[in-house]
Nanobody, 117 residues
Framework: QVQLVESGGGLVQFGGSLRVSCAAS????????MGWYRQAPRKQRDLVAE???????NYADSVKGRFTISRDNAKGTVYLQMNSLKPEDTAVYYC???????????WGQGTQVTVSS
């Protein structure tokens, strides 16, 4: 089982930047594809970006070219760098770890990102 702790959310103005981090512990980091999801009020939780242990990435169309996901396998940490932020990026951002064989999902507690217009 893996434990996930997010940090780095906050309030930022339209067009600004923010980086959120997620520290994983309790299991072997290489066994997990890491991802970021977000959930706005009254909406479903959607994938933002994900990254494999080998560094292959996948992004939602809405964030391509603005957000960058990365991971430091030595530190067991995944990052989401968010640039050119828009009010519609406002949401709670959740870190996700998915076991590469079992498919089991683990979630962090979430961190609020608010973009003011």
């Amino acid at each position: 089982q893996v434990q996930l702790v997010e940090s780095g959310g906050g309030l930022v103005q339209f067009g600004g930047s923010l980086r959120v981090s997620c520290a994983a512990s309790g299991s072997i980091f290489s066994l997990y594809t890491m991802g970021w999801y977000r959930q706005a009020p009254r909406k479903q939780r959607d994938l933002v970006a994900e990254i494999t242990f080998g560094g292959r990435t996948n992004y939602a169309d809405s964030v391509k070219g603005r957000f960058t996901i990365s991971r430091d396998n030595a530190k067991g940490t995944v990052y989401l760098q968010m640039n050119s932020l828009k009010p519609e990026d406002t949401a709670v951002y959740y870190c996700n770890a998915r076991h590469i064989k079992a498919g089991t999902d683990y979630w962090g507690q979430g961190t609020q990102v608010t973009v003011s217009s």
